[in-house]
């Protein structure tokens, strides 16, 4: 293989490089090879058939108990590497949900401080007089306002209604 790469840089180097003329080199090594060799008689190869197969490999112990050590190892260190890459890859994608969690709790956080906000302008009394005005609600006259907590048992005020749930005998 290295003649032949000789043989082509000095075509080159001669800038006769071509197919032709490396076929023709190849016919000149050829015919020398033949001219070479000994005797009138071509050689001659012979195809030998082998059968193999009553031969049975015989069990080396030594190689078995080494094939099962490895296997062991092998199989142990595969296993603390997916162990390793499981916990590695399991806290990254915890770090990722706590920051998701972080952002909508924060999100939500400011929804609550705006209702609240919304709640505390809806709740303010100006406000309420305002629009109960705009409908035509007047301001309560003394008397109309009445608390659970301050009846009195005078015929003449106001009292809540109240109901009573009736009882049925048993005997019936």
């Known amino acids: 293989m290295a003649a032949a790469g000789v043989v082509i840089d000095r ?17 000149w ?5 033949q ?18 197969s009553r031969l049975v490999k ?16 092998a199989v142990f260190f ?7 890459s499981w916990q590695h890859f399991s806290s990254i994608e915890y770090g990722y949900r706590i920051e998701t969690e972080k952002v909508q709790l924060q999100h939500l956080q400011e929804e609550n401080h705006q209702l609240g906000l919304t709640e505390a302008q809806l709740k303010r009394s ?18 109309q306002i009445v608390t659970p907590g301050a009846m009195d048992s005078n015929a003449g005020t106001p009292v809540l209604a109240a109901m009573s749930i009736p009882v049925v005998p048993a005997n019936q």
């Open 11 to 27: 075509l080159r180097e001669k800038g006769q490089w071509s197919a032709d003329a490396v076929m023709e080199h190849n016919r």
């Open 78 to 84: 595969f296993a603390l590497l997916m162990g390793y």
């Open 58 to 73: 015989a069990e080396d112990p030594v190689r078995k108990r080494e094939m099962r050590s490895f296997a062991v190892a």
């Open 35 to 52: 001219r070479a060799r000994r005797g009138p008689t071509p050689e001659v190869f012979f195809d030998k058939r082998l059968d193999n």
């Open 29 to 33: 090594l050829f015919a020398a090879q």
């Open 126 to 143: 100006e406000r309420i007089d305002r629009l109960a005005h705009q409908i035509g609600m007047q301001s309560p006259q003394p008397g």
